[in-house]
Every structure is written in C-alpha cells, then in structure tokens.
C-alpha cells in the first residue's frame, strides 16, 4: 500500500477548495476553518448547561 500525506491549509477559498480538491477528490485538512465563527467560542459545556442542563439525552448504538 502506498501513503501520501494530505495537504493542510488555512486560507483557501471556495473555487481554489472546489478546483483543487472537490472536483478531482484529493483529500484535505482545512485548518482554522471555522475561527471566526460565533460557535466556535460559544458553545461550551457551561453553555450547554445553561440552555439544555435538565434534558436528558439519549444515547443509542449504531
């Protein structure tokens, strides 16, 4: 079997990501994708405790 690394990057955009990896299915880690997103410093577990702390959650396999 042979291995390739997979190319990380930080700052791509969307015709560079569809051009260079979705149209011909190369894998690739897109890092600090979502730091400017208001969830990814939002959602907590103090936060989840205050919007959903008394629901029970289900848990189910496969």
Same mark, same amino acid.
């Given at each position: 079997m042979k291995l390739a690394d997979i190319p990380r990057v930080r700052n791509i955009t969307k015709d560079d990501f569809i051009e260079n990896y979705f149209k011909?299915?190369?894998?690739?880690?897109?890092e600090? $994708?979502?730091?400017? #997103?208001? $969830?990814?410093?939002? #959602?907590n577990l103090d936060y989840m405790k205050e919007v959903a702390g008394d629901i029970t959650v289900p848990l189910y396999d496969n």
């Open positions: 011909p299915q190369k894998p690739v880690v897109l600090q $994708a979502i730091a400017d #997103w208001p $969830a990814f410093t939002k #959602w």
